[in-house]
């Protein structure tokens, strides 16, 4: 009776349930499918990222003695598609039954659901235990409560771990919440520690020369490569930031600084996400910098919550909410994306650093998602699916259950306020002070009205008074309300006629 074992592309964990029982009889199967690399255009160096990652954690668990089928891109028999793989294997090695590990995304966990009942063969789907709040714990956290806010849950989840907890009930320093003092806008003389890059095995060389030939069309650069594509190096990683990086995360966890990508962000998430690293191990290997006296509070503090509090918020919401979830669009933005997401031509110096961060490095930090392209969706109304299926393409770290509450809910506020208590619009004056994009942009971030005022302001006024029925109650707002009422009523109508002028410009991509 031998099981077949599926492994996801990011299930790569020596823990994973599916794996957590193995017999040296068991087949483990491991697929790369051009059906599933290709549902969006994937950008090459998360391509690259994954399968390499799994192509060598897979050479890892035949030295551990287990039996493994891996099929690859280029295999001559590959029907392309996960689902005829599993069929294709369950055939040919004539499997018992089929172990795995739930698949981390709502379509998938369907779809492979309803194959093995067609298979008629027994099957186990086991919970992903390498999350720190489980489905279940989730759906009763929420249950009852009006609304969800993330500082509640994190609160529970660092009370239920014990991190950063004095020997009570209380955190350690007296505060939950160090952000306040984690919004420090770049200075002048700022430099960035240089990040690591590894050496190349053969079997990335390989999987860098298939990615380049099979998915020349996709958005992206796909060298330089420097990702860790082991959990060896992913540990290197994680030190490399621990020790250069986590003493300054908090304070510039806003900033943003032409040509700098990474900043002091920790580039941890692709390894979390395809399962390279533990988010407990992290975090504990965080608090510990800060119990040792190497990194304060207010940066520990801040990374902690990344980690311990909006990871698993986020998707404690997606797998409470789906599949309903990726329906909505509470705003009903449905305007086209502009190919300048795509790298094509704009003028506004801030769009331009991010999608160029995003184009070389298939990253960019969560400040510039947010504020830069996310802000100008939500402000100019682009289609909510268009802007998630960029999101899911361009980013290694992407995965449904984390792009989308983080796309949908808190860039576009498409979910009407479960993920974040108010939209995250704001105007150029936002991106001005936490950044020095401005100064190299032909258009005047102190500007409203004029030709060269920067794009940003007047959608802003325009996305608050084009949505004033469904955001007007919001207490969050109602200063900017306050602000907007201020204006005369020629005024106003000058600067809804600016965004207008501001739109059509971005659809001749002049903007
Ligand atoms: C529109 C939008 C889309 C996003 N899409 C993704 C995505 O597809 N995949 C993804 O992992 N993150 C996503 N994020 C969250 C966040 O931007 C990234 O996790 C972060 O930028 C990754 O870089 P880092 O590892 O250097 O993070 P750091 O700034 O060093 O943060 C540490 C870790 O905290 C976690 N984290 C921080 N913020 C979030 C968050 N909001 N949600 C979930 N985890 C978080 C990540 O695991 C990250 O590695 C998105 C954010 C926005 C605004
Ligand atoms: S002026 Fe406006 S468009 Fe230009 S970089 Fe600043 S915020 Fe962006």
């Known amino acids: 009776m031998s099981a077949l074992r599926i492994v996801l592309w990011d299930q790569l964990s020596h823990t994973l349930s599916a794996l957590k029982d193995a017999q040296a009889h068991d087949v483990v199967l491991f697929c790369e499918t051009h059906y599933e690399a290709s549902l969006v255009p994937h950008h090459p160096k998360k391509l690259a990222f994954l399968y390499a990652a799994m192509r060598h954690f897979a050479q890892e668990l035949c030295q551990k003695g287990l039996r493994v089928r891996y099929v690859t ?41 309803h194959l093995f009942k067609e ?19 989730f759906k009763n956290w929420a249950a009852g409560r009006k609304e969800l806010r993330m500082e509640y849950f994190y609160r529970d989840m660092r009370k239920h771990y014990r991190i950063l907890m004095d020997k009570g009930d209380k955190p350690l320093g007296g505060q939950w919440n160090f952000d306040k003092e984690n919004r420090r806008p770049p200075e002048c003389g700022l430099s960035f520690p240089k990040r690591l890059s590894h050496p190349r095995s053969d079997t990335l060389k390989e999987v860098l020369r298939l990615v380049g030939k099979h998915f020349p069309g996709h958005f992206g650069d796909l060298e330089p490569f420097y990702y860790a594509v ?26 943003m600084v032409r040509d700098e990508p990474y900043l002091f962000h920790s580039l941890l998430s692709s390894y979390l996400n ?15 910098v800060y119990l040792e006296g190497k990194a304060p509070l207010n940066c520990v503090e801040g990374f902690i919550r990344q980690i311990l509090g909006w990871r698993e918020f986020i998707r404690g919401v997606y797998w409470l909410k ?42 960019s930090h969560h400040i510039q998602r947010l504020m830069v392209t996310g802000n100008f969706a939500l402000l100019a109304g682009l289609d909510v699916a268009e802007v998630q299926a960029w999101y899911l393409s361009v980013y290694s770290d992407a995965f449904e259950w984390v792009e989308m ?43 409203l009205l004029e030709e060269d005022a920067c794009p940003f302001n ?12 469904k955001l007007d109650n919001n207490p969050r707002l109602s200063f900017s309300y306050k602000n907007w009422d201020r204006f005369d009523t020629p005024k106003q109508e000058a600067i809804r006629h600016k965004a207008k002028q501001t739109l059509l410009t971005m659809k001749e991509e002049t903007l």
């Open 119 to 137: 298979l008629t063969l027994p099957f186990e789907m086991r919970e992903d235990d390498r999350f720190l709040c489980s489905e279940g714990a």
């Open 274 to 288: 395809a399962g390279l690293l533990a988010p407990l191990e992290i975090c504990r290997r965080a608090e510990r």
């Open 73 to 113: 891109l280029d295999a001559t028999d590959n029907t392309g598609m996960l689902a005829s793989e599993i069929t294709r294997a369950v055939k040919d090695l004539g499997a018992s039954h089929i172990i795995m590990t739930q698949p981390s995304e709502y379509a998938l966990r369907q779809d492979l659901l």
């Open 230 to 255: 082991t959990r060896e190096q992913a540990l290197l990683e994680l030190e490399d930031f621990i020790i250069h990086c986590l003493p300054f995360f908090g304070d510039y966890q806003d900033a």
């Open 458 to 469: 007047a959608l802003y006024w325009d996305f608050l008074a084009r949505h004033r029925q």
């Open 405 to 447: 509450p983080n796309t949908l809910g808190m860039a576009l506020f498409g979910d009407g306020g479960l993920v974040g208590s108010k939209p995250y619009a704001a105007s150029g004056k936002y991106i001005h002070k936490m950044s020095n994009f401005c100064a190299q942009c032909p258009y005047n971030p102190d500007g």
């Open 322 to 363: 789906m599949p309903a979830y990726g329906d909505l669009n509470y705003l009903e933005a449905n305007g086209p994306l502009p190919s300048f997401y795509w790298g094509g031509p704009t003028h506004m110096a801030c769009i331009k650093e991010a999608v160029t961060h995003t184009r070389i490095h298939a990253y």
